[in-house]
């Protein structure tokens, strides 16, 4: 790069032979005095060495030289200042390079290196040269560093030492040096070139914007040091990193033509720093709207709190992808759960709230809440120091009055807690290597449409993914695979859940689980739940298992479909409610639980695959449908497949609607249910009344409640052997369960019918 042929830039100083006139004795200002006509200064038209020059006698400690015309410093350039000088006569002086910088106002800069090295002249006669280089970066063989405030100079020299010798100069020149140090400018600049110091403590924010304007679709060099910014920063350029960059949290980095997460390691040379400026820019910048790990791993040394990396929002609602990459988790104590104990008031009037909360200011928003009728994974959603109160996720069952709770606080990886509200985020083929020690993700308190997909929750300690409020409206969790810590530990002893939700709308689509204590919690309505498999085994005989699918709502309006259920069951409860026994509504319903397979081996016989555990009195089923499943015990069989869970009540079994339970199949299942089950009754003795017991084989053992068809198979004959063409009339509920319809006829008769009877 050459200014001067490039852009036609001049920089060389006149001649002397042109006139003394633009030659000043001082900085070279405008109405500083020049050599024209002064005593100590003559014009030599041909000397031996240099033809045409100035001869100067030494009159001043610091005899300086100085042309008034202003020589352009331009971003990025570098100029070499030379001259030639010898002796002649009298004291032999020291002689330098010097220059007076100027700013764009014609004020001088102040602060700067003005002058380069001195040579000495020891002969008379011998020429002696002289150079200094003038630049805007802290550059090998840069004499004067000035920035990028300067725009001009008065360049010279200056003599010092001795007074009174006799020295002849030769014309000053002035070159432009600039490609000994920007090799190949043509496609990019140097942030050093602007003025970039890269101490790490001197600000270089105003450089790194010079040379990102200056670059102009080029690419920026940020070369090796390190670099301190402490204002925001964005590049419309591409960026190159050969030093690293450091700047507070709160200050943004932008590369808009290359945002990927490699750019900015390389900028940050620290791998979760860069994570979180990158996620930072991501947030604040419209360019974008996804950021590439490129296949990284990330090691995370203690929980990353979203919100906090990006301190200007506290709520975001456009789309943003995080994608294609792993982190991975290191440290001790730091993910340790935090665990405070408090003394709180809850009454069912105001559900979700806990009163008179002592130690309030200690209990950390996201914990899980524990203590006598509480709900599994209940959380504090927010809470109020100044008013002593928590707000929960979910109502409490049976919590009434004053009762200590403890407050578990998960550490997770990715943390949304501090934000106000996320919408429409999404994770995607993200590896959460937890390491048995970090959770990992806790959503946003509200928000729609977190998205995670692809992604693989390897061992976390505790939770998958957690919602401690509404930020699971429509959460959508596809093909994602949830790996337990806890294999080598009895289902029954398992802590871990994959997911939880309390919002409506969640899909949970393709996903694999293995091992956790439940797969998945649903606290709101509308779900969907579709070709998952989850599987929580153990290697005890006769095992006990726990709920794969728990949901937490009498009327969750759910999809349960194509599903692999393995060693686990569904439970079906009520215990978001804060007046558990019913008193109106829709009771348990809207269920629907089809073309699923249910395995379990060498558990209890005892084992149900649908269990359904009212935590109040008064509840019926009212709408439910279990048709296309395949249910299998191996290693042994189990009684039934279906369960109702009587530990805080039963269900009322004279009631009951829009029940479907057909079409399944049952392999080492003792007794298969069916509604309408169909029961052929044979009547080898004569009696006006038969009694159809249906042996249990209504689903959860309900009542015989109502009567499809009665269908005779064969004559049906009376005490002298004739057949008798007539019909009974049924009663239903009969025995001392209810479980048995009666077939009442005209007289004593025998025979085969077969009968159709519901539980609703």
């Known amino acids: 790069m050459n200014k001067a042929i490039t852009d036609g830039v001049l920089l060389m100083p006149p001649a002397f032979a042109d006139g003394l006139g633009v030659w000043s004795s001082g900085d070279g200002t405008p109405g500083s005095d020049t050599y024209d006509g002064a005593v100590n200064a003559a014009l030599v038209p041909s000397d031996a060495d240099f033809g045409g020059c100035l001869e100067l006698v030494k009159t001043e400690a610091t005899q300086k030289l100085r042309h008034m015309g202003q020589t352009p410093i331009l971003p990025g350039c570098y100029l070499q200042v030379k001259a030639r000088v010898k002796a002649v006569s009298g004291a032999l002086p020291d002689v330098r390079i010097a220059a007076w910088a100027g700013n764009g106002s014609n004020a001088h800069v102040s602060g700067l290196v003005e002058v380069g090295p001195d040579v000495s002249i020891t002969t008379y006669g011998d020429i002696v040269e002289v150079s200094a280089i003038i630049g805007g970066g802290t550059r090998g063989g840069v004499d004067m560093v000035w920035g990028d405030d300067v725009v001009y100079a008065h360049v ?6 001795a007074i009174g010798g006799v020295v ?8 432009d040096i600039t490609s000994a140090y920007l090799r190949d400018m043509m496609d990019w600049v140097d942030v050093r070139d602007f003025g970039a110091v890269g101490d790490g403590i001197t600000d270089d924010s105003a450089a790194f914007a010079a040379a990102n304007d200056a670059a102009d679709g080029r690419e920026v060099l940020v070369s090796e040091g390190t670099y301190f910014l402490d ?6 350029t591409p960026v190159r990193f050969v030093g690293t960059v450091t700047m507070p949290t709160d200050k943004l980095f932008g590369l808009t033509k290359n945002f990927d997460y490699q750019s900015y390691f390389d900028a940050f040379g620290n791998e979760r720093l860069a994570f979180e400026k990158a996620f930072q820019s991501l947030l604040n910048n419209a360019d974008h709207e996804s950021l590439d790990l490129g296949g990284r791993r990330i090691t995370i040394d203690g929980p990353m709190d979203m919100q906090a990396i990006v301190p200007n929002r506290t709520q975001y609602a456009q789309r943003r992808v995080i994608r294609n990459g792993q982190f991975y988790v290191t440290g001790d104590t730091v993910w340790d759960p935090e665990v405070v104990n408090s003394t709180a008031t809850y009454n069912a009037s105001n559900s979700k709230t806990l009163s008179n909360v002592t130690n309030v200011a200690n209990i950390p928003v996201g914990s899980l809440v524990t203590g006598n009728g509480v709900g599994r994974e209940i959380y504090v959603r927010s809470k109020n120091e100044a008013a002593q109160e928590v707000t929960l996720s979910q109502p409490l069952f049976d919590a009434e009055g004053v009762q200590t709770y403890t407050f578990t606080r998960f550490k997770y990886v990715m943390d949304f807690s501090g934000f106000d509200k996320i919408q429409s985020f999404e994770v995607e083929g993200i590896e959460f290597l937890c390491n048995s020690k970090a959770s990992g993700i806790l959503l946003a308190p509200s928000g729609l449409l977190f998205h995670v997909r692809n992604c693989h929750f390897t061992r976390p300690a505790h939770r998958g993914i957690t919602s401690h409020g509404g930020g699971c ?9 949830f790996n337990t810590a806890e294999g080598g530990t009895r289902a029954q002893d398992r802590q871990s859940v994959a997911i ?3 919002s409506n709308d969640v899909k949970l689509r393709s996903n694999r689980a293995s091992q956790f204590r439940h ?4 606290g709101g309505t509308n779900a969907t739940v579709i070709g998952n498999h989850f599987f929580q085994g153990d290697g005890e005989t006769g095992g006990v298992r726990t709920a794969g699918l728990l949901i937490a709502v009498s ?4 999809t349960f479909d194509g599903n692999y259920v393995d060693n686990c069951s569904i439970e079906w409860t009520n215990e978001y409610s804060a007046v558990p026994s019913f008193n109106g509504g829709f009771s348990f319903s809207s269920l629907s639980v089809t073309d699923s397979v249910f395995l379990s081996g060498d558990v209890a016989p005892w084992t149900g695959f649908i269990v359904i555990k009212p935590h109040g009195s008064g509840h019926y089923l009212g709408g439910l449908t279990v048709t296309g499943n395949k249910f299998r015990s191996v290693h042994g069989a189990v009684d039934r497949v279906d369960q109702v869970d009587t530990t805080f009540a039963d269900l009322d079994k004279t009631k009951g609607k829009h029940v479907l339970f057909e079409g399944n199949s049952f392999h080492a299942i003792t007794t298969p249910v069916h509604n309408p089950v169909l029961i052929e009754h044979d009547q080898n003795s004569h009696a006006s009344t038969w009694v159809v017991e249906t042996e249990g084989r209504l689903p959860f053992g309900w009542r015989a409640r109502a009567v499809e068809a009665v269908v005779m198979k064969g004559k049906i004959k009376n005490t002298s052997n004739v057949t008798e063409y007539t019909m009974p009339y049924v009663s239903v509920e009969e025995g001392s369960d209810g479980s048995d319809v009666h077939l009442n006829w005209e007289k004593s008769v025998k025979g085969t019918v077969w009968t159709k009877i519901r539980m609703d």
């Open 156 to 161: 010279g020299l200056d003599l010092t030492g």
């Open 168 to 175: 002849r100069i030769d014309d000053l020149e002035v070159i």
């Open 231 to 236: 204002a925001d920063m964005t590049f419309t």
């Open 473 to 481: 409206q429509g959460l959508l969790v596809d093909h994602c695979n």
């Open 500 to 502: 939880n939700s309390n």
């Open 519 to 522: 797969f998945a919690v649903i």
């Open 555 to 558: 009327h969750p309006i759910l």
